[in-house]
């Protein structure tokens, strides 16, 4: 019944005291993911659309890290500063769910880190 911690380098650091994600009993537990570039460890320049896209390619490679898939996804929650960008994520998230989509829901916050537009979380199994 221990917990397993998830680390890859495919996807941002951890920016505080948590980690990319936790397994246990198969279950995947993906801590929010923003719009870090892995690679250069910065912000992806443009707006929501190319956010939302890192955010997405993101979540992927800790999953992929944890023997799970965006296929395997159960729950997402999305985080978004401007309840305008709805339309566009929804474009971008879309792409990565051809059928059966996750449950999910979306609030809008005051501010996320690194004031970015968009973070998500998901919960999957393995």
């Known amino acids: 019944m221990s917990k397993i911690k998830v680390e890859t380098k495919s996807a941002p650091d951890a920016l505080g005291p948590y980690s990319q994600a ?10 929010g993911q923003i719009a870090i570039d892995p690679n250069k460890n910065t912000i992806v320049e443009g707006g929501i659309t190319e956010q939302a896209d890192q955010v997405m ?3 992927k490679s800790v999953l992929m890290a944890a023997n799970s898939d965006m296929e ?10 401007d309840m305008s960008d709805f339309a566009a994520l929804n474009e971008v998230y879309s792409t990565y769910f051809k059928s059966d989509p996750p449950a999910r829901e ?6 996320l880190p690194k004031d970015v537009k968009v973070e998500i979380s998901c919960i999957a199994y393995q």
């Open 22 to 31: 936790i397994i246990h009993q198969g279950i995947v537990y993906c801590s």
């Open 57 to 59: 390619k993101n979540l």
């Open 72 to 81: 395997k996804i159960l729950k997402c929650t999305i985080y978004l500063n």
């Open 106 to 111: 979306t609030v809008a916050v005051k501010g």
